[in-house]
């Protein structure tokens, strides 16, 4: 893997150009190529260029580095690596001069580039996005001639779980229990119950909004969102298969399911509206006992013969919501723990040959300091990783089990937001257990 770096070039144009066409550096000048310069007209031409154009800028050209890891490529197999970037990133619209230099324990591209563009008379825009496309074609470059290639889990891991590569949205809804896979997950619960068979499970899913993919594993995308999500990313419990057994034990079961929300006990000797209209106070008086009619009935459903029984039950459901709420609190710092575990392997893997390229030569002065950064960021991760292992852990492991506890987590943010709905439905009957019922029901 090649590390890429850009800066601009603001002075000395000239200087810049004869550094990195140094004969000493390139092998006898025998590694440079130029695109529509000389080297030794090169800086004249650039600013021959902006004076036809009229550009006033204070950036002369643009210096890319490309430094490959010791021993991983040769001179010629990286001139021409740099020569394939050049085509990619520039398109053969600018003026350009490349070196490969092999005068220090790595070998490195210096790519000056005119900061005009030949065929617009425009600037090169240097911005985040255009420094990520160097990147990914010089990544992509490297994988070609197969030197060292991207960590694959690393990659499913900074698209899974790091905050950069999520929206805003997407972040702050995971941090409050409400992420995608965790709505998804509860919308499928939710049409589940109220499905008679397979067909009218994914009416329902489509009626909210969801479009269904069907292949070797059902996947649903919202019309708020992208991409589409696998079921079984979610769990065990939601490949397709096991989808149409959950419906299919849905329908088979007998359970009680209430159609509609317990209503409130109305105060009818309270209400201004009940003791000015005698019409309302009727109303009310039978809705009374409708709502106690349904309570009771509920009540008995659910096994409640006495106040004391609904008390305990209540108390038992909120002491496992707090267990809940404590086990997703847990399950977080250890996501975030190998998070940071993640990202620390990633570092040594990283900048390992860098860091072993410098303790082989400590004298080369010139080498530590071009790659102080990197490693003070290898020492820095390593002495991280050795608090907590013996031996390194590797980026797959480290996956596997992040996807192993966020599975868990959904199931248990599942879990709790179910639970919600339940409380609340229970303290409506005990509410009105107490207003209306009372010890009649007790009897």
């Not at 020569?83 to 220090?104: A, M, P, Q």
């Not at 949205?169 to 499928?188: H, P, R």
């Not at 596997?400 to 919600?420: A, F, G, I, R, V």
Request: aromatic share 10%.
């Amino acid at each position: 893997m090649a590390i890429t770096k850009i800066h601009p070039i603001k002075s000395t144009l000239n200087l810049a150009i004869d550094y990195i066409t140094n004969a000493e550096k390139t092998d006898e000048k025998i590694l440079i190529s130029t695109n529509k310069c000389h080297t030794a007209s090169a800086h004249t031409q650039f600013l021959r260029r902006r004076e036809e154009n009229n550009i006033r800028g204070s950036v002369l050209a643009r210096h890319l580095i490309q430094s490959f890891l010791p021993g991983e490529a040769t001179p010629e197999m990286a001139h021409q690596i740099g020569l394939e970037l050049c085509n990619r990133i520039l398109k053969g619209e600018y003026e350009f001069v490349l070196s490969t230099h092999i005068d220090k324990g790595h070998i490195h591209n210096h790519i000056i580039f005119n900061n005009v563009n030949m065929v617009t008379g425009k600037c090169y825009q240097s911005n985040k996005r255009s420094y990520h496309q160097i990147r990914y074609q010089s990544d992509k470059l490297c994988k070609e001639n197969s030197l060292s290639v991207i960590d694959e889990y690393y990659e499913r891991f900074k698209k899974n779980y790091r905050t950069n590569g999520k929206s805003w949205y997407e972040n702050e809804q995971a941090k409050n229990g409400t992420s995608w896979k965790s709505k998804l997950q509860f919308d499928i619960d939710r049409m589940i119950k109220q499905s008679k068979d397979w067909d009218k499970f994914l009416k329902k899913m489509a009626d909210l909004g969801y479009e269904i993919k069907h292949g070797k594993h059902i996947a649903f995308k919202h019309k708020d969102k992208e991409r589409f999500t696998r079921a079984k990313t979610i769990g065990e419990d939601y490949t397709e298969e096991r989808l149409k057994e959950r419906i299919s034990e849905n329908t088979n079961q007998k359970t009680f399911i209430v159609k509609k929300r317990v209503g409130n006990i109305i105060d009818i000797k309270n209400n201004e509206k009940a003791q000015s209209s005698k019409g309302y106070e009727f109303w009310a008086t039978k809705h009374n006992l409708q709502v106690a009619s349904d309570t009771v009935i509920l009540m008995r459903e659910k096994g409640f013969r006495s106040l004391a029984q609904l008390d305990d039950f209540i108390k038992k459901s909120a002491d496992k919501r707090q267990a809940l709420q404590d086990e997703i609190k847990l399950l977080d710092e250890k996501i975030a723990t190998l998070s940071a575990t993640m990202e620390q392997v990633h570092t040594v893997t990283k900048y390992r040959q860098i860091y072993q390229a410098y303790k082989k030569e400590p004298t080369d002065k010139a080498f530590a300091s071009e790659h102080k950064a990197e490693i003070l960021l290898y020492e820095k991760a390593l002495a991280d990783l050795k608090k907590s292992y013996s031996k390194m852990p590797n980026s797959k492991q480290i996956f596997e089990e992040l996807e192993k506890l966020n599975e868990k987590k959904n199931t248990l943010m599942q879990e709790y937001s179910s639970s919600k709905s339940e409380m609340t439905e229970l303290y409506q009957i005990r509410k009105n257990y107490e207003k209306y019922m009372g010890q009649e029901m007790e009897r």
